[in-house]
Every structure is written in C-alpha cells, then in structure tokens.
C-alpha cells in the first residue's frame, strides 16, 4: 500500500500531472477519469493557482498526443486497423480525409472515457498537417481543463475529502500500476507492427527489383 500511497502523491504534484496528461494522450495507456480528478484535486488544494494546472495538463496532453502521432506516421494508413476497429476506422478516415484536423475539435474536448487516441494515431497515419493538427489539439484541450480546473476550484474543496480517501487512493494507484504493465504489451506491439510494415516494404522491393 506504501508503494499506491507513493504513486498517488507523485501524480498528484505539478510534474505529475503532466507525466499522467501525457501517459492518458498516448495510445501506450488510458487512465480514464484520472487527469480530470488531478486537475480537480490541485486546483482545489491551490486556489491561488488554480488556472496553471490546466495549463499543465495541456502540455502533457500534447507531449502524450505527438508520440501516438509519431507512431501514426510510423505504422501507416495500411497497419491501423491492427489498432482500431474496421467500423470505427472508416468513421474516422471519413472525418479527417474531409476536415483533417478539425476534425479533433470535439473528441479533444469530450470527458473520458471517449476514446480519443484513435483519432490521433489516425491523424498521424493519414499524414494530417502537423501545425494544424498541434494547434488544434492544444487549444481544444486547454479549453477542456480549463473548464476542469475552474469546477475544481469551485466546488473541489466539497469533494476533496472523497477524493483523498484511502479507497480512492487505492484504486487511483491501481489503475497507474495496471498502465505501467500494460505499457509493456503495447510497445512490443507498436515494435513488431512498425518491423512487419518495414519487412514488407523490403520486400516489395526486392520483388521489384528481380
């Protein structure tokens, strides 16, 4: 329990919260819920500066959000279904093929647990113009825990105590523990998926050129 305790606390810090904004914008982890609870919890606790830590999560979110786009680009338009459902996957080719970026105006804003790294990775699959897709993203997501972080310091003092209780620490800290494990699996994923795509263009290659 000493090691969740120690877990809660790291998160629950001004560089923590940009480590779990950029751990829960990366397809690597999804820890649903747990960005906006450490938005509420620190604007509550510091209400002098309530407002930096909507400007923190936007960075991590953005850090998060540029390595799963990174690994769009890396994967491709041809490998994405091995990450995304064929019936969500044509949804999101539709949107971004016709408005490309805008397109993550309303899932960047959406609460979880809308599963927002699809659509990044598939931004980054489909080549999406990388200033309009980060300027896009980091004003919609700002947007999102700026408003956050304002019920936070409205209303965060009324459920602080909830929030704090060692239940809720227990099963914050779990959830963090299940991601750190399950981060393994989908590296190793992204790993043999970029390998396949490079042993198939190789030879592709070396068909043409015999």
């Given at each position: 329990?000493?090691?969740?305790?120690?877990?809660?606390?790291?998160f629950?810090?001004?560089?923590?919260l940009?480590?779990?904004?950029?751990?829960?914008s990366?397809m690597l982890?999804?820890l649903?819920?747990a960005?906006?609870?450490?938005?509420?919890?620190?604007?509550?606790?510091?209400h002098d500066?309530?407002w930096?830590?909507?400007?923190?999560?936007?960075v991590?979110?953005?850090?998060?959000?540029?390595?799963?786009?990174?690994?769009g680009?890396k994967?491709g338009?041809?490998?994405?279904?091995?990450?995304?459902?064929?019936?969500?996957?044509?949804?999101?080719?539709c949107?971004i093929?016709?408005?490309g970026a805008?397109?993550?105006?309303?899932?960047a804003l959406?609460?979880p647990?809308?599963?927002?790294t699809?659509?990044?990775?598939?931004?980054?699959?489909?080549?999406?113009?990388?200033?309009?897709?980060?300027?896009?993203f980091?004003l919609?997501?700002?947007?999102?825990?700026?408003?956050v972080?304002?019920?936070?310091?409205?209303?965060?003092r009324?459920?602080?105590?909830?929030?704090?209780?060692?239940?809720?620490?227990?099963i914050?800290?779990?959830?963090?523990?299940?991601?750190l494990?399950?981060?393994g699996?989908?590296t190793?994923?992204?790993?043999?998926?970029t390998r396949?795509?490079n042993?198939g263009?190789?030879?592709?290659?070396t068909?043409?050129?015999?």
């Amino acid at each position: 329990m000493a090691f969740f305790e120690y877990l809660f606390r790291l998160f629950l810090s001004p560089v923590g919260l940009v480590g779990l904004a950029a751990l829960d914008s990366s397809m690597l982890f999804f820890l649903p819920i747990a960005v906006d609870a450490a938005v509420v919890i620190l604007s509550a606790r510091h209400h002098d500066t309530f407002w930096a830590f909507s400007l923190l999560a936007t960075v991590g979110s953005l850090i998060g959000a540029s390595v799963t786009f990174w690994i769009g680009c890396k994967i491709g338009e041809h490998s994405l279904e091995n990450w995304i459902s064929k019936q969500r996957l044509e949804r999101i080719r539709c949107k971004i093929k016709d408005k490309g970026a805008v397109a993550l105006a309303v899932p960047a804003l959406m609460p979880p647990p809308f599963p927002l790294t699809p659509f990044i990775l598939a931004c980054g699959a489909f080549s999406v113009s990388k200033p309009r897709f980060f300027v896009t993203f980091g004003l919609m997501r700002i947007m999102r825990f700026g408003a956050v972080s304002i019920l936070g310091w409205i209303y965060g003092r009324r459920i602080l105590a909830a929030l704090e209780s060692n239940t809720f620490k227990g099963i914050m800290a779990l959830f963090i523990a299940l991601a750190l494990v399950g981060t393994g699996y989908t590296t190793y994923r992204v790993i043999v998926t970029t390998r396949t795509r490079n042993e198939g263009k190789t030879s592709s290659a070396t068909k043409d050129a015999a």
